[in-house]
């Protein structure tokens, strides 16, 4: 079993916000792959379903950014898992908008989700950075995170979500680099 948590905001003014995009690489991979129906539960929104081999278990913390470790040990504790059985799905600030880097461990660089689930858990889990680009200054950063993607990006965002979602049995498997490898190559179609 694995536990794979997208970062985001509950509530529908957030949806479209660039920090919401771990939120809708969930619900794209749920469709994608025969998820069954969202219920309610780990302080947050639970899907169930295989990829490939593996049995997955989606998370969507309904415990706002700040606090989606709680939600993430309280499913981690259930079922009795290690830091190896985790998977984040969340927005980066230090990638180019749409690049996708899977990464093992390493520090929050300010990511509120990430150090919520570092206090609550420790720091070694995989991590799914989704670029979302630096606007250019730091006094910019928080209007861009909690912005809306911009029309003129769905088309983008669409191709990223459905390419994660395509090669998400690799990232089920371990196999980080092919995960990151063939995502690019659909990126560039």
Same mark, same amino acid.
Do not use: C
């Given at each position: 079993?694995?536990?794979?948590? /997208? ?23 749920? @469709? ?11 302080? /947050? ?11 997955? #278990? ?10 989606? %470790?709680?939600?993430? /040990? ?6 009795? #898992? +290690? ?8 927005? @980066? ?37 989704? /670029? ?34 395509? @090669?998400? +049995?690799?990232?089920?498997? %371990? ?15």
């Amino acid at each position: 079993m694995q536990i794979w948590t /997208g970062l985001g905001n509950p509530g529908p003014r957030y949806a479209m916000h660039r920090h919401n995009v771990g939120f809708m690489v969930l619900d794209t991979i749920a @469709e994608m792959h025969g998820f069954g129906p969202v219920q309610k539960k780990f302080s /947050g929104w639970a899907q169930e379903g295989r990829i490939g081999r593996e049995k997955i #278990l989606l998370l969507k913390p309904a415990t706002f950014m700040n606090e989606s %470790g709680r939600a993430v /040990g309280e499913a981690m504790r259930f079922y009795k #898992l +290690e830091l190896d059985a985790l998977t984040v799905f969340h927005d @980066e600030l230090d990638l180019a908008p749409f690049k996708v880097k899977v990464k093992q461990g390493g520090g929050t660089a300010g990511h509120n989700g990430l150090r919520s689930i570092d206090n609550h858990l420790g720091n070694d889990f995989r991590r799914v950075r989704i /670029g979302i680009g630096h606007p250019g200054h730091k006094d910019r950063v928080t209007g861009h995170v909690l912005g809306n993607y911009a029309k003129s990006e769905l088309d983008d965002l669409a191709a990223m979500l459905g390419a994660i979602a395509a @090669e998400a +049995e690799w990232l089920a498997a %371990g196999d980080d680099a092919r995960f990151m490898n063939d995502v690019a190559l659909r990126m560039q179609a």
